[in-house]
């Protein structure tokens, strides 16, 4: 039986925004803190657990992916960033910090863009979506199930509390698949976003970008892509870490609450 | 085919000079590498399977058959127009097939523009099916698998707007606006050539045949799925009020005929293995790009993949498949049985599978036009005489 991917204090709820049903995991009092999840979150949050200690953490279930409804019409980022103006209004959530992780990280730089009064400090990790001149080494699509586990750490023993014990287990093969086609509607075209580039300037908030030294997905030679257009980001790397540098690395996770505190 | 039987020759062309290690690749689609296409040996086999389908003609089949795959050994026919093209001048009397060209894979103007360029070729002699493409055509092409059903439906319905209403219209679509839609030339048959969906059984597929009431052909489906299908489709095409003619549901039959059945075996089933175990081989991957499989038929078609992707096994593929090969009279006989439990009265043989030689073609085409037609035409001929008296 895999692990518990959200723990308590964690707990469920569901809002209903433009017509849209959606799941979002909260825990902690405080400063409101969001984060925007990777492509696929099986793999729990445990690790914002210290954050909660501190924080009001919010980690909304993006449309489409786990166990949040699907609204196939939400086909760009633009979509994604419309979606959460109208679930942090329904939150009543003014400013607040945003860690965008991945795929995350990406509608969390869309989000800063538009929207960067809203945000008191930005963080992202391993953030996807910036075209270099190499093809992305790991490309989600074209990666066989059963091989994306080993690209996404350094040491697979992080994630098979998640995993189940059957690696062709139809329900998790499902659920990956329909993940996968709400994925494709954002990037199948183009793995990376050609328009970002041109509005990463508008992100003048305190600004941390997280890599893992090991990531197999997005190699660390990507954080200097970010780098070029965040000239004041801080940036910060961690040994031992794949591209869930947050699951492997504690250290990752204390470094981010500091420069969000 | 007064009889309303009807008989064709299906080719798909494969590139069968495969390299010694070819084993080591688990998929001959997609990333196989192109290096090992030799345009010599390339020339040479186009030669000898237009030839092929020249004499199916000739022997009186009642169509030929060609399709559309793309970055594969498994066919050498990526534009199967072209094919169609040159097979016009040389086929005097029976239909050409293009079952087809994925709408999705070409601007639907001009997939319009092209048939209606064939059908007037051929003097209308033209039939064409809306295929929404293997899963491993979105690899190859630079379509989005994860929103390829709502184009497709859009692409069949642009198509068929530019065929039965007089030009220029116009559409406004989620995926293409034409201000005009104004394809010339157009289609001989009027309103158009018949049409019809192939497909793997795709609750969706279906449905949309159902609705325009196309022709449906399930391919690479079980035979008790395949019966499934046709019911399902029968039922759901007369709810949108068409009645499905038995010939719109044409029945692929991999067929080889011999002079008795240890011979048809024995010449037959190797080429049969190839074409299972190596010219159809590829990934799971390839077979469902995200988003092109609903998840349910995702879950549906994993768990059945061990046993069709396992060692090939000749008798489970005969007892699952629509295999005849044997002797005329077998095969005969299995055709009426197939015939009768799937409601329809159109057979296409897949008579020249994976790696068979032309000569071994040639004799199961023989076969085919002198004992098994005929046999089967006679049948009928003396079924109608008996329900006369």
């Known amino acids: 039986m895999p692990a518990e991917a959200f723990p308590a204090p964690f707990k469920r709820d569901t ?11 909260s825990a902690g009092e405080g400063e409101p803190l969001v984060f925007f999840h990777g492509a696929g979150i099986w793999h729990g949050v445990k690790f914002a657990l210290p954050w ?17 409804d699907d609204d196939p019409a939400m086909n760009d980022f633009h979509d994604y960033v419309m979606h959460y103006l109208d679930l942090f209004d329904a939150l009543g959530i003014d400013r607040f910090r945003l860690v965008g992780f991945s795929l995350g990280g990406l509608i969390a730089a869309h989000f800063a863009a538009g929207h960067g009064d809203r945000l008191e400090r930005l963080v992202l990790v391993g953030p996807a979506g910036l075209r270099g001149k190499e093809r992305p080494k790991g490309d989600l699509f074209s990666l066989p199930p059963e091989l994306i586990p080993s690209m996404l750490v350094s040491n697979l023993d992080t994630l098979k509390p998640y995993l189940p014990e059957n690696p062709k287990d139809l329900d998790f093969l499902g659920a990956r698949y329909r993940e996968g086609g709400t994925l494709a509607r954002l990037l199948w075209e183009h793995p990376y976003d050609t328009k970002l580039p041109r509005y990463l300037h508008r992100l003048t908030m305190p600004t941390l970008l997280v890599w893992g030294e090991d990531d197999k997905l997005l190699p660390v030679q990507n954080a200097q892509l970010w780098r070029q257009h965040l000239p004041k980001a801080e ?7 794949g591209h869930l540098v947050l699951d492997e690395k504690r250290e990752a996770v204390d470094a981010v609450q500091r420069f969000l505190s | 085919m007064a009889d309303g039987l009807r008989f064709d020759f299906i080719h798909f062309m494969h590139y069968v000079h495969l390299p010694e290690n070819q084993k080591d690749f688990p998929s001959l689609w997609v990333d196989f590498p192109n290096r ?23 022997l009186g089949f009642d169509a030929i058959v060609v399709n559309e795959h793309h970055n594969t050994a498994y066919s050498m026919m990526p534009a199967p127009n072209l094919i169609a093209a040159a097979l016009i001048p040389q086929i005097k009397n029976a239909k050409i097939c293009v079952w087809g060209t994925p709408p999705n894979l070409e601007y639907p103007n001009r997939l319009a523009e092209e048939y209606a360029m064939l059908d007037v070729l051929s003097q209308g002699r033209l039939e064409v099916a809306f295929p929404l493409g293997t ?3 979105y690899w190859a092409n630079p379509i989005n698998p994860a929103t390829a059903r709502a184009r497709y439906r859009e692409s069949i319905d642009i198509i068929l707007q530019a065929w039965t209403q007089e030009g220029p219209t116009s559409y406004y679509g989620d995926f293409y606006t034409y201000r005009y839609l104004n394809p010339w030339p157009r289609p001989f048959q009027k309103p158009h050539p018949p049409c019809y969906i192939v497909g793997t059984g795709s609750p969706e ?5 159902a609705q325009l009431g196309f022709g449906y052909a399930s391919v690479f489906v ?8 046709n019911e399902k489709l029968r039922r759901g095409a007369a709810e949108h009020g068409h009645h499905l003619r038995p010939e719109q549901l044409p029945l692929q039959v991999i067929t080889y005929v011999a002079e008795t059945e240890e011979k048809a075996r024995e010449e037959g089933i190797d080429h049969i293995r190839f074409f299972f175990e190596d010219a159809l081989r590829t990934t799971p991957t390839f077979l469902a790009p995200p988003g092109y499989l609903s998840v349910d038929q995702l879950k549906m078609r994993a768990a059945l993949a061990d046993k069709l992707h396992g060692k090939f096994n000749f008798d489970a593929v005969n007892e699952s498949f629509f295999v005849a090969v044997g002797t005329a009279d077998q095969v005969v006989e299995r055709l009426e049985e197939w015939g009768e439990n799937m409601g329809t009265n159109h057979f296409v043989f897949l008579g020249a599978p994976g790696n068979m030689p032309n000569w071994k073609v040639v004799k199961n085409m023989n076969f085919l036009a002198h004992d098994v037609i005929p046999r089967m035409r006679a049948r009928r001929a003396a079924d109608r005489r008996v329900a006369a008296e």
């Open chain 1, 52 to 68: 909660t200690e501190k924080f009001r953490v919010i980690i909304p279930i993006h449309p489409g992916l786990d166990g949040a």
């Open chain 1, 235 to 241: 940036f910060q790397t961690f040994k031992g870490a």
């Open chain 2, 222 to 229: 079980t035979k008790q799925r395949a019966r499934e299908l």
């Open chain 2, 205 to 209: 597929t279906i449905d949309i045949a």
């Open chain 2, 135 to 137: 899963g491993m055509e």
């Open chain 1, 15 to 25: 809002h209903t925004v433009n017509g849209l049903k959606t799941t979002l995991f």
């Open chain 2, 36 to 58: 090992y296409f030799d345009p010599e040996r390339g020339h040479a086999l186009y030669q000898r399977y237009l030839s092929e389908l020249v004499l199916a003609d000739k």
